[in-house]
């Protein structure tokens, strides 16, 4: 599932590509045609994120509000576009570009007080001005441990599986210390190593952990799971230590024992 860099990511590239224009909408598949026909001939505004969720603002106050989820996938393509492939939910027609969204969670027209009740269920999103004590005071409060936290967008918003790994790696933390025991010191540090990695999976629209110098090659040329420290590694980039694997809130953390003592 694509996580917070990437909807941002995606957020900031298709309003370079559409913003400003009279878009064409439409649902080869079928299942977004009544919604399409709301909002095509409309002038798309802008593009934004907010955790993984993506809203396209159109001048007439319509939002396409739009989920990814595991399986959904965009595909950038020119005008005039070519016939559909597989089942494309969404295409967005500019004057040069076109985009088709494949298999999202959701994909549906809104207003901006819907779009406010989205906002109200998500957590601080470090990317998009997100008020670290905000995340702070839910975190102190809870007895669950880090590990199943960082999962919980209620508390940040944008944090997946290799991000938790990842920024767990990071800063050191054992996934079970639990939020309450958590000290304010190490809190403040996951904050800023999450919004770094956060920053750096932006720029280069991948998530990167290792430096250039762990890869032996330049970030941006990094592929496959050498971009991380542990998420499905065997050894640790950092220690060379072998990684462990446990299931945590349903899903598998990568963990580095030797790094990550603090519990």
């Given amino acids: 599932?694509?996580?917070?860099?990437?909807?941002?990511?995606f957020a900031r590239e298709h309003s370079q590509l559409l913003a400003g224009q009279v878009l064409k909408v439409t649902s080869p598949q079928g299942r977004f045609r009544g919604d399409a026909r709301k909002v095509s001939g409309k002038i798309l505004a802008q593009v934004t994120a907010l955790?993984?969720?993506?809203?396209?603002?159109?001048?007439?106050?319509q939002i396409i509000?739009?989920?990814?989820?595991?399986?959904?996938?965009?595909?950038?393509?020119?005008?005039?576009?070519?016939?559909?492939?597989?089942?494309v939910r969404l295409r967005m027609i500019g004057d040069e570009n076109t985009i088709d969204l494949n298999g999202p969670t959701t994909c549906r027209v809104i207003d901006d007080?819907?779009?406010?009740?989205?906002?109200?269920k998500l957590g601080p999103d470090p990317l998009a001005g997100g008020r670290k004590a905000d995340a702070w005071e839910k975190i102190q409060k809870s007895k669950k441990p880090i590990g199943a936290i960082l999962l919980d967008q209620s508390v940040i918003a944008g944090i997946g599986n290799?991000?938790?790994?990842?920024?767990?790696?990071?800063v050191g933390l054992s996934p079970d210390i639990r939020g309450c025991d958590l000290p304010r010191a190490k809190f403040d540090q996951l904050w800023r190593?999450?919004?770094?990695?956060?920053?750096?999976?932006?720029?280069?629209g991948k998530i990167v952990t290792v430096t250039a110098k762990q890869a032996g090659m330049p970030i941006?040329?990094?592929?496959?799971?050498?971009?991380?420290?542990?998420?499905?590694?065997?050894?640790?980039?950092?220690?060379?230590?072998?990684v462990d694997t446990i299931e945590l809130a349903s899903r598998k953390l990568y963990r580095c024992p030797s790094c990550q003592k603090v519990r």
């Fill in 1 to 9: 599932m694509p996580e917070g860099h990437k909807t941002h990511f």
């Fill in 51 to 61: 955790g993984k969720h993506m809203f396209y603002e159109f001048d007439s106050g």
């Fill in 65 to 87: 509000h739009i989920h990814l989820g595991r399986y959904g996938k965009f595909r950038n393509l020119a005008c005039p576009p070519p016939a559909p492939v597989g089942q």
């Fill in 113 to 120: 007080e819907l779009r406010q009740q989205v906002a109200n």
């Fill in 162 to 170: 290799i991000f938790r790994a990842e920024i767990l790696h990071d």
């Fill in 193 to 204: 190593s999450t919004r770094r990695l956060m920053k750096v999976g932006l720029k280069y």
């Fill in 220 to 242: 941006a040329k990094v592929q496959g799971k050498e971009r991380f420290c542990v998420y499905g590694r065997k050894n640790c980039a950092v220690c060379d230590h072998p």
